[in-house]
């Protein structure tokens, strides 16, 4: 069965306000598989209603003025991604639901909280299960809720208000791919569009052949946060000195394959360490692993590399992990900017998932992001280095520290890959949200 986001808006009479606001008052609501992530009570009526009485038009402005995060943007600690991400933001007088929106790029979480205060008046909201739906269901229901609130400025013979340029501009965008693809760009490192006047994009734009496009998402992903773009490298020929330094390490002709990435399952359907786990899986299966531990030796002969080169000597001061490949032939240079060694062991493993499961452009960077991609990395290296079976086995039933120390210590991991795991196979409570299947399908 499918279930769908559902933005949908009663008729109210509102007897003062600005045109807009008139024209566009009613009962709000936003449900997805028929739970109402915007009930709460009303006490002015002295009940429960599935939504508050706001003016559609200010939660409209807000959907478009940030469109392009809204559908790109992961979990950030930008500066302003609160005022971005949450709808209790939006002001305007009314009291909008305590709902967060935000995208891995695949997939959108819509978590709807209780009001702070028991006792919130004139609207108490009860929250509400978090949902995870395709990213494409949010874009299509915003698709469709935006003509409806148009359409009611339309009838009371309102036209050219700042929703409608703020719209318009969005579906123009949406059309030319050159101007989608920086908006995209723009959104990933926590940009509102056109907003900073700077080289940072231009440069990434310019990056795109030599590193591929898919790999330029995740580098402008790992861009945000404060003064990050500062520190992080952004051109293709940052990553190009920086494998220099350590020169080719690994033969791509060399590395292993999956013989059937078929049996992989679809990111639009499954949270990405759903599909991390399953690329392992098949790795396991396919290199005859057991349930043993994972080598040096074995892990960097997996990658077409020397266990002893690429584990054992520092890669130089970069501030990320990566492999890029050589344009003129099948060898490549493997960066790791970890320090200890299971830190090392866990980013080498994370760009073998990296190359198994993105087979197109050259670059493979493993970043400090949410985004899908950098999800389902971190949840292959966790299973394939400490299959989850047998560390259940290992463990059972007892989830203290003590006991994931010792596991992490069997796997040669950190103690956060161990925990990480258990949060993942549902085994102690997690609060990130990441591990959620669908409530909704597209």
Do not use: C
Not at 151 to 178: F, H, M, Q, Y
Not at 346 to 371: E, I, K, V
Request: no cysteine.
């Amino acid at each position: 069965m499918s279930y769908g986001l559902e933005v949908n808006l009663t008729r109210e009479v509102l007897d003062e306000g600005a045109p807009e606001e008139r024209a566009t008052f009613g009962m709000l609501s936003i449900k997805v598989g028929g739970q109402a992530l915007t009930e709460g009570f009303d006490h002015y009526l002295d009940g429960f209603r599935v939504g508050p009485l706001v003016s559609a038009y200010f939660f409209a402005e807000w959907l478009a003025w940030n469109w392009w995060r809204l559908r790109w943007e992961p979990r950030s600690n930008t500066h302003d991604w609160n005022l971005v991400h949450q709808m209790n933001t939006i002001g305007e007088g009314y009291v909008w639901p305590n709902i967060e929106i935000w995208s891995d790029g695949q997939r959108s979480v819509l978590i709807s909280r209780p009001s702070a205060r028991p006792d919130a008046k004139p609207f108490r909201y009860v929250g509400a299960s978090p949902v995870v739906i395709p990213s494409t269901t949010f874009e299509r229901a915003v698709d469709e809720f935006m003509p409806r609130v148009i359409g009611r400025l339309r009838e009371s013979k309102i036209a050219d208000t700042n929703l409608d340029r703020l719209w318009k501009d969005i579906l123009e965008e949406r059309k030319d791919p050159d101007l989608a693809e920086r908006r995209r760009l723009e959104a990933l490192m926590g940009r509102d569009p056109d907003a900073i006047d700077d080289r940072a994009i231009e440069d990434l734009l310019a990056s795109r052949e030599r590193l591929g496009k898919a790999a330029v998402d995740e580098v402008a992903a790992g861009l945000s946060g404060p003064g990050r773009d500062r520190d992080m490298m952004r051109k293709a020929k940052d990553f190009e000195v920086a494998a220099a330094t350590v020169g080719p390490n690994a033969m791509l002709s060399d590395a292993i394959r999956l013989r059937s990435s078929r049996e992989l399952p679809n990111p639009a359907e499954v949270p990405a360490w759903k599909l991390g786990r399953a690329a392992a899986a098949l790795v396991r299966e396919q290199e005859h692993f057991q349930d043993e531990a994972l080598t040096d030796k074995k892990l960097a002969e997996m990658i077409g590399a020397n266990p002893t080169l690429i584990l054992n000597e520092p890669s130089g001061k970069v501030p990320l992990s990566f492999a890029l490949s050589d344009l003129n032939g099948p060898k490549s240079s493997i960066v790791l900017h970890q320090r200890p060694r299971v830190s090392r062991r866990f980013a080498l493993a994370r760009l073998l998932g990296d190359q198994l499961m993105n087979r197109s452009g050259s670059l493979h960077p493993a970043t400090h992001t949410s985004t899908y991609r950098q999800k389902a990395q971190r949840s292959f290296a966790a299973e394939l280095l400490a299959p989850f079976s047998v560390v259940e086995e290992l463990m059972a039933g007892d989830y203290s520290e003590e006991i994931q120390q010792e596991a992490a210590e069997r796997f040669e991991v950190s103690p956060m890959v161990i925990n990480t795991l258990l949060k993942n196979h549902g085994k102690i409570d997690r609060d990130d949200f990441e591990g959620l299947g669908y409530l909704a399908t597209a």
